[in-house]
């Protein structure tokens, strides 16, 4: 079984989705049930019904701009437990996740070639207080592995187990993530003020969030918190107070930090063509080569300080 978490706005969109019935496109005829509504908690009635009880408990923490929680729970091809045992496996996810006080219906699908289980929950309760969010990939997981046990489904194994134990902590390549990575320390050392910093991360593409801390939003919306990428807020701007060969030692010693976790080549795995990464990734390194470069000291006495030490030297002999 394979568990995600969504966080949404919206119940129209959320509660739409899980109970709509798809057009079967390649007959091209009317829809296919193929939504079930199992299961209510805290709640009932038709799709209207159900959207406007949902907002109303929403309203009693009207500054949570994401009360919608979609659970998406997937089960392997050829696993088909029956309606008694999926309402209990919603109720168990429930239980796990801390959700079972609060507004949720369960829904199945089954226009594909294996069973989805679809959980839409209320993250206000009826207290006003919200469900966290906190560790969602975690606790899915550990749900996830429980309920295969329990219930006899299909094990999921993690692709870690096969590595070494000293390589299951690393963490996977982002070209996306280093690319943003790399442009964040050009900027650095490119800018002597947050200003000046934070006016370069925009002209290269990305939005600046600085709130407590700071977050990047690449063209792409891809989103990276400074501290995932290495620089928190308090780090930039502590390198930001630094002279350019302070910089260059800094980012010198983060990038000699990072490779002691770069996973081995030898390690197979797939390789990713050429033509699936960006045109500009591959000059980025050149980029930061370049001003990692050492300033160069030449061995040389201007011609006035040779000319003075030689007078000085006939004055010393008369």
Not at 27 to 42: D, H, M, T, Y
Not at 139 to 150: F, H, Q, S, T
Not at 162 to 178: C, G, H, T, Y
Not at 214 to 240: C, T
Request: include cysteine.
């Amino acid at each position: 079984m394979i568990g995600k978490i969504i966080l949404g706005k919206s119940f129209r969109g959320c509660i739409g989705y899980v109970l709509e019935n798809k057009q079967d496109v390649v007959l091209k005829c009317g829809p296919v049930n193929r939504a079930e509504l199992i299961s209510f908690n805290q709640c009932f009635g038709d799709k209207k019904e159900l959207i406007r009880q949902f907002n109303d408990v929403r309203f009693l923490n009207p500054r949570l701009a994401k009360p919608v929680m979609h659970v998406i729970l997937s089960l392997a091809p050829g696993e088909t437990p029956g309606k008694t045992t999926l309402i209990t496996m919603a109720e168990d996810c429930a239980k796990e996740l801390g959700f079972d006080k609060h507004q949720y219906l369960s829904v199945t699908h089954n226009d594909t070639d294996h069973m989805h289980l679809h959980i839409v929950v209320n993250r206000v309760g009826f207290d006003g207080k919200t469900l966290s969010d906190s560790n969602n990939y975690k606790k899915i997981a550990n749900c996830c592995r429980k309920m295969e046990l329990k219930y006899h489904l299909k094990l999921v194994e993690s692709p870690k187990r096969f590595l070494p134990k000293e390589r299951r902590n690393i963490p996977r390549l982002d070209s996306r993530k280093e690319a943003m990575k790399t442009d964040l320390r050009i900027s650095l050392l490119e800018s002597t003020s947050y200003v000046e910093f934070e006016s370069r991360m925009k002209q290269k593409g990305y939005e600046v969030i600085k709130a407590r801390g700071i977050a990047f939003r690449d063209s792409k919306k891809m989103y990276a918190k400074g501290s995932e990428l290495g620089y928190s807020l308090s780090k930039i701007e502590k390198v930001l107070q630094l002279t350019l060969i302070q910089k260059k030692l800094q980012i010198h010693q983060d990038l000699r930090k990072e490779k002691r976790l770069i996973p081995d080549p030898k390690i197979n795995r797939p390789e990713m063509s050429k033509s699936k990464l960006p045109d500009y990734l591959p000059d980025l390194p050149k980029a930061l080569e370049i001003l990692l470069r050492p300033e160069h000291e030449f061995d040389y006495t201007p011609h006035e300080l040779l000319e003075k030490k030689r007078k000085k030297n006939q004055s010393l002999h008369l």
